[in-house]
């Protein structure tokens, strides 16, 4: 508390962008990981990525030190709007007290943050689109061959109208509403706990960074099915009206996931989810944490 909310959104924000720099890399090897065999039984399919250092050397190997980057721009816009919005918020609902009742912080955090997911939307379509896109022999998932992250959005305005930016948002907003729900919940009282029994000086660094671990563990066990949805639902090819080829909505694609890839298909990539997940987690709280003290 105590920061206005209108400075919060810049401070979410600055705070997204400055963890999205560090740890696009593992959002692309990620990205790969969720949309290989998809909607094929487990062992039917080659796989050209394995395990996250290896898929992270096969991205080198195909598209050159700079493919861990890839779809860096529309990260950083991602990160921006979601953050910024959700911080910002989670921010008014702390000003109100609403965080004050119980299960307030959960209730607060899954809020801010599906707003937050519908605001940024199109941003995180155009950048799964992009990491996606490799040569044909490493190709995971449909390519939509995308020769820039302002082509990217002019290509599908032209095609699918204002619509279309929005295609995968009911995949977004359980993703992020969870996500952020457990992320918010889990730092706040990890943080407060650790203090508590002096461990570390309240305010100090080594806090906040205890509190940004311990939620960065629980939001990749709870986030991950949500995020191997969102990912399909974002990637999948379209027909002319906007309807996906794939998947016809959010319970459909757990349902063709469950059925033809396994329960375990619902956490392919959780590895690189969690080594994603994790320092993101701890560099935005702990950027926000700490421009907020400032």
């Not at 980057?69 to 959700?86: D, E, F, H, T």
């Not at 959960?106 to 707003?115: E, I, K, L, P, S």
């Amino acid at each position: 508390g105590g920061v206005p909310p209108a400075i919060d959104l810049v401070l979410g924000a600055t705070a997204g962008c400055l963890a999205c720099f560090l740890t696009n890399p593992l959002e692309v090897v990620k990205t790969r990981l969720q949309l290989q065999g998809e909607l094929q039984p487990p062992g039917t399919y080659p796989r050209p990525y394995r395990g996250v250092l290896r898929a992270a050397v096969a991205v080198c190997r195909a598209d050159g030190l700079r493919g861990l980057q890839k779809g860096l721009a529309a990260g950083l816009l991602y990160q921006g709007l979601m953050n910024g919005v959700r911080f910002y918020c989670y921010s008014h609902a702390e000003d109100a007290g609403w965080t004050g009742y119980p299960g307030g912080t959960v209730a607060a955090g899954a809020v801010a943050g599906a707003v937050g997911a519908v605001v940024g939307s199109p941003a995180y379509l155009v950048k799964t689109h992009l990491q996606a896109q490799t040569l044909s022999a490493m190709a995971v998932g449909h390519q939509h061959n995308h020769e820039s992250i302002s082509g990217a959005f002019k290509s599908i305005y032209q095609q699918h109208g204002v619509v279309g930016l929005w295609r995968g948002v009911t995949g977004a907003v359980p993703r992020v509403a969870v996500g952020s729900a457990v992320q918010l919940a889990t730092f706040a009282s990890a943080k407060d706990w650790v203090c508590e029994h002096q461990w570390f000086r309240k305010g100090s660094w080594a806090a906040v960074l205890a509190g940004g671990m311990v939620s960065g563990v629980a939001v990749a066990v709870t986030m991950t099915p949500f995020d191997v949805i969102s990912t399909r639902l974002y990637n999948q090819p379209v027909e002319a009206d906007g309807t996906g080829k794939l998947y016809r909505g959010f319970l459909d694609c757990i349902l063709q996931i469950s059925s033809k890839e396994g329960l375990l298909g619902l956490y392919k990539g959780i590895g690189a989810v969690y080594f994603r997940l994790g320092p993101h987690t701890v560099l935005s709280l702990f950027f926000w944490d700490k421009l907020r003290n400032m």
